[in-house]
C-alpha cells in the first residue's frame, strides 16, 4: 500500500484535531514533516511523532518525499500557502476557512485543477456528531418529512476566543487582521451544512456582524439571513460572548420538523400537521470515523474517488461569507452570484 507522507504547516491546536484521524490511517499516512514560526514548538512536536522539523515553508514545499501538505496556519495566509503548496505540485488539506475572500478560493481551484492536484478543505462537521447533522442530512435527503422551507441554525458559545500557541499571537481569533471573528470562525462549517443539507441554489444574504466585548476587535456576533431559489430562508446565528451557551439546528418542513439542541444532545423529528397529531421520534447521538476526511483524500488519490468535500462548494460558502461582510457594511442584500462573478473575473 502506498505510504501518504505529510508535511504539517502550523501547529497550533487544530493539529490534535487532526492527530486521531492520522492515526486511524497510519498503514497509508503519517507526518514526515513539520514547520512553525515557533521553532520550539516545531521541534517539540517533530520529536513528538517522530517526523522531521522543517527549517522552513520553502524547505517543505521543495521536499520531494512529501505528497500532501495540511494548511493549518492562521485564516489569512490559507489561500497563499495553500496555492504554493499545489504549484510545487502537492496534494493539500486546508483548515477552514478555505480562504477570506471568494477569489482567493477561486484562484486556489483553479490551482488545483490546473496542476492536477487534489484540494480538500477540512469541513469534517459533516461527518462529526455535531448538531447530530448526519443524522439530520439523512432524514432530510430521505424525503419522508416533505419540502423544508424554512432552517434555524444557532450555536452561540461564551468562549471568547480561540486559545492560540503562546508562542505566536494567543488571542489571533479575536482579531480581524489575522482572519479572526465569528463569521470566518464557525460561519464556514455553518453555512456549509446548510448548503449541503438544502441543494437549492442560494440567491442572497443579509447579516449583521458586530463586536461584543472583549478582546474581539472583529465580530465577536454574526447573524446571516439566506434565501434559496426554491423560495426556503435560513436564519444562522453566532457569537463567541454569549454569556448562555447553546447551540440549535431546526428545520421545519412542508411534513413536519427535525430539531437538534445541545441541552439533550439528542434529534427529535416530528412528522405530521398542525391539528393533525404528530409522531414523533428522538435519535441517540451517532458519531461517524474521524478518518473519513483522510480514507476518501486516500482513494481519491489512488483510486479516483469522488472527492467527499468538492473545493467548488466550499467555494459558494466563502462567496456567501464574504457576501455577508459586504451587506453588514452597506446593510443591503447580497446577490451571491454577484460576489462568484466578481471573483471569477480575470480567472481562465
Known sequence: ?????????????????????????????????????????RAEIAEQLGAKAAGSYEEMLNDPDLHLLVVATPPRFHAEHAIQALESGKHVIVEKPMALSAADAARMVEAA??????????????????????????????????????????LMSPWGGYEGSPD???????????GGGTLFSWGPHLV?????????????VYARLNSGGWEFDGDSNA??????????????????????????????????????EQDTNRVTVRRGAIRKGFEEEIVAPEQLPPDLVYENLYRAIHQSEVLLIEPRDIELVIAILEGAVLSSETGKAVAVADVLQASRTGIA
Not at 168 to 178: G, L, Q, S, T
Open 168 to 178: 505566536y499571537i494567543p488571542n489571533w481569533e479575536c482579531k480581524k487582521e489575522h
Open 113 to 154: 485543477e490546473r496542476k492536477g492536484r487534489k484540494l480538500v478543505v477540512n469541513h469534517n462537521h459533516r461527518f462529526s456528531g455535531h448538531q447530530q447533522y448526519p443524522f439530520i442530512k439523512r432524514t432530510l435527503d430521505e424525503g419522508t418529512l416533505g419540502r423544508p422551507y424554512q432552517y434555524h441554525i444557532q
Open 223 to 260: 447573524a446571516l439571513a439566506i434565501t434559496f431559489e426554491d423560495g426556503a430562508s435560513a436564519q444562522i446565528d453566532i457569537s463567541y460572548v454569549s454569556p448562555h451557551p447553546f447551540n440549535l439546528f431546526y428545520v421545519q418542513c412542508e411534513g413536519g420538523s427535525i430539531k437538534y
Open 192 to 204: 456549509d451544512m446548510l448548503l449541503q443539507a438544502h441543494p437549492a441554489k442560494p440567491v442572497s
Open 1 to 41: 500500500m502506498n505510504m501518504v507522507n505529510i508535511g504539517f504547516l502550523g501547529l497550533g491546536r487544530v493539529l490534535e484535531y487532526h492527530l486521531p484521524a492520522i492515526e486511524r490511517v497510519s498503514d497509508r499516512f503519517r507526518i514526515a514533516s513539520v514547520f512553525d514560526m515557533s521553532e520550539r514548538r
